[in-house]
């Protein structure tokens, strides 16, 4: 393809939040799925040093001066972590869509079977039903959210590497 006539980085990721939002067919090139995770990852940490400057401000400074309980001290701040966890989550939420979308996409693309990206997408609904349900009810995470997180991240690392793949050539009409 020519440089001139295909779209940038930046234009692949309005097209994964717009017309490829929740898109499981077709192919993406590797460009689309590179362009979509640098742009969503830039816009993750600016998301993210945001809300940690606004959660800070938000905390009883005063308040949390005068506490030298530990326990006292987790009880005052677990409302307002929970909060922040929760709006990230929420937010997050807006692109499981387009991630498994692209990710399925680039897979298909490089030649894999899109298998892989839809148990990536089952692992991630576990993940978010295990959060939601299980650890809403415990303060530490249980050896299930922990298995679940260490599986998750080399599944992750399984599909960068597939999606790191060469595109392959579409299969040629032959005549039988």
Request: with cysteine.
């Amino acid at each position: 393809m020519n440089t001139q006539t295909r779209p940038s980085l930046w234009k692949y990721f309005i097209l994964c939040l717009t017309r490829n939002y929740c898109s499981f067919s077709g192919t993406a090139p590797r460009r689309e799925f590179w362009g979509f995770y640098l742009f969503l990852y830039l816009f993750s940490l600016i998301f993210g040093i945001a809300a940690a400057v606004l959660f800070a401000a938000a905390l009883p400074w005063g308040e949390l001066k005068g506490v030298h309980d530990q326990a006292q001290m987790q009880a005052m701040l677990f409302p307002h972590i929970a909060s922040f966890v929760l709006v990230v989550q929420i937010i997050m939420m807006a692109f499981y869509l387009p991630i498994w979308g692209v990710t399925i996409r680039r897979l298909r693309d490089a030649g894999f079977s899109t298998a892989w990206g839809y148990g990536y997408m089952a692992l991630g609904i576990i993940g978010l039903l295990n959060w939601a349900v299980l650890d809403r009810f415990q303060y530490e995470g249980g050896p299930v959210t922990q298995f679940l997180g260490i599986l998750s991240s080399a599944y992750w690392l399984l599909l960068i590497i597939l999606a790191c793949f060469p595109s392959r050539p579409a299969a040629e009409d032959t005549p039988e």
